[in-house]
């Protein structure tokens, strides 16, 4: 049984799907000067090439609700270079890149003791319901710039901000300081917040739970939404380098005997997590009253699932085009319970992504295309023998950390070598890698002025001055720095990482139509905080779309 039709079987058995159906409907009226709601639907880890690619395959009112009776911008880039999942949830709703936000990754080194920092961790906190977990994601004590969120409830404390996401970091950053997160819980199948936003639980989120919506996913198929012949425009599933386990039809928890730890996670990379994600965000909706009075709201809604199937397979697969397709009709089914739970020109919605992805680089090198996969390890290793070659024995290069590297400047200050001349050996010697495009030190970075220097513009942006290794590395097109013998990645400076859909709707304050002119993500929190009558957040860097009719 195709996954939609399943899930319209499950549906009167979530929990999210009988609060919301409790809600009268709103009938849409005259649009409001200033919307009761403003909702963001990231799709995590999916480009503009790749969402444009299927847009003859989508409904009229998932995707297509945006490309066709919304702003379209097309050539909406991210400004830094290691494009990931938490840099990029920090810069959309902040207006600010990594060397403000202090997000340069999904985790990182600190400088000065070594220890893995994670993006979201904070020992101070736990999660609710659960047992401290080292680097468990728990709070934004690392954002260290206000977001949309913050300053909405600054203007007016009765607004709320609710972020929920397959991941933590998908929630955790877009809510900011003075909103309330909620991340899905592989161990348990279930959502929770943590112990920095409240003690307890409200009553809507426990009964959510309560239902285990998950554990009715257990042994639930995921099959072509279409013909086989409409895939043919993507990889087999026997393409070089994929991960096993990307064909479909799927069977989830297939090989065990019930739900548990491994088949929870397993959801992730599959529909059935974006329509968890979907259902909770439709319990916050009922359950937090949001968009219901003259205070607005925003709701965050990251979906995880695409970047998980990429990963494995590849924007290249059947089962990435698939994985769209499916969750075209997800979104569509969710904004017209939008529609009738807030009203039609009540909410306004903007639909962007973290980052995009490279295809897997066995598939792209059979094709002809300069790529590979280049253990950071090997670099690291060619980089110290080159360095203890100019400058004797070391060790010299102590680790990666966030697409950087770290030198022992202490041991360099010990035999009197100029900490620049380290520098600059090292960027000459990682210059000659023939995975790296180009590589620059902390003299390069450290001044924010114009170049022309490629891709030095987005290495500061994504370099801080007091989180950020020594030299930045910026791998070739078609490249990654990675461990993994199959799959593939993000987290480049080069198009298929930057340029992701931008996307919002909102009638009467929205002008339908596909704009071309470059724009970056950091504008849309200025553009949001603009149809909310707001201040743009402290930090951002952007300026204000050209959305109004």
């Known amino acids: 049984m195709p996954f939609p039709r399943l899930l319209r079987r499950l549906a009167p058995l979530a929990a999210a799907a009988v609060l919301l159906a409790g809600c009268a409907a709103v009938a849409p009226g005259a649009p409001d000067e200033r919307p009761r709601l403003v909702v963001l639907l990231v799709v995590d880890g999916v480009s503009q090439a790749q969402l444009a690619t299927y847009r003859d395959q989508y409904g009229p009112d998932g995707f297509n609700r945006f490309l066709n009776r919304g702003a379209w911008f097309a050539e909406a880039h991210y400004g830094h270079a290691y494009t990931v999942t938490a840099a990029g949830h920090a810069t ?16 990182w080194r600190d400088p000065a003791s070594g220890r893995l920092v994670y993006c979201t961790g904070d020992p101070a906190h736990r999660v609710l319901g659960h047992a401290a977990v080292p680097l468990a994601g728990t709070s934004p004590a690392n954002l260290r710039v206000e977001s949309l969120g913050d300053v909405l409830r600054a203007a007016d404390p009765r607004s709320k901000v609710i972020a929920v996401s397959g991941k933590d970091r998908g929630a955790i950053l877009p809510a900011g300081r003075a909103g309330t997160a909620y991340m899905y819980q592989a161990q348990t199948g279930r959502f929770a917040s943590s112990t920095y936003y409240m003690q307890a639980h409200p009553a809507w989120v426990e009964a959510f739970n309560a239902a285990m919506p ?121 904004l017209r319970d939008l529609d009738r739970a807030v009203g039609r020109g009540r909410y306004r919605a903007a639909s962007p992504a973290d980052h995009g992805f490279d295809s897997i680089p066995e598939y792209e090198k059979a094709r002809g295309r300069d790529a590979g996969r280049r253990r950071p390890g090997e670099t690291l290793a060619i ?63 450290e ?66 139509g596909r704009l071309d002119a470059r724009v970056g993500i950091v504008d849309i929190a200025p553009t949001l905080a603009a149809i909310l009558g707001i201040d743009a957040p402290s930090s951002s860097e952007g300026r204000v779309l050209p959305i109004r009719p």
């Not at 959309?92 to 985790?107: F, K, Q």
């Not at 987005?458 to 720095?481: E, N």
């Open 214 to 334: 998950a554990d009715r996913r257990f042994g639930a198929r995921w099959e072509p939404l279409l013909p086989a012949m409409a895939y043919a425009r993507s990889a087999p599933d026997d393409a070089p380098g994929v991960a096993p386990g990307g064909s479909l039809p799927k069977v989830m928890g297939a090989g065990r005997d019930g739900p548990g730890p491994l088949y929870y996670e397993s959801l992730l990379a599959s529909p059935f997590a974006d329509a968890l994600v979907l259902d909770f965000a439709r319990a916050a909706i009922a359950g937090e009253a949001l968009g219901k009075d003259d205070a607005p709201d925003i709701l965050s809604v990251s979906l995880s699932a695409h970047d998980y199937v990429n990963h494995n397979w590849g924007p290249q697969s059947r089962i990435s085009h698939d994985h769209l397709l499916q969750l075209d009709e997800l979104l569509a089914a969710f």
């Open 92 to 107: 959309i709703l902040t207006g600010a890149t990594p060397r403000r936000t202090g997000i340069i990754g999904n985790e």
């Open 447 to 512: 001044d924010e002025g114009p170049t022309t220097v490629p891709y030095l513009d987005a290495a500061r942006k994504t370099w801080h001055p007091a989180l950020s290794a020594d030299v930045q590395v910026i791998p070739k097109p078609g490249w990654q720095f990675t461990s993994y013998t199959t799959g593939t990645t993000h987290g480049s400076p080069h198009d298929y990482d930057t340029h992701v859909p931008l996307l919002l709707f909102g009638p009467a304050w929205v002008k339908a």
């Open 383 to 445: 980089l110290e023998a080159g360095l203890a070659k100019r400058f004797g024995p070391g060790p010299w290069a102590r680790g990666w950390s966030a697409h950087g590297i770290f030198l022992e400047k202490a041991r360099a200050k010990e035999r009197g070598i100029d900490g620049r001349s380290l520098d600059g050996e090292a960027v000459r010697l990682l210059r000659e890698d023939p995975a790296v495009a180009a590589a620059f030190a902390r003299a390069d970075l």
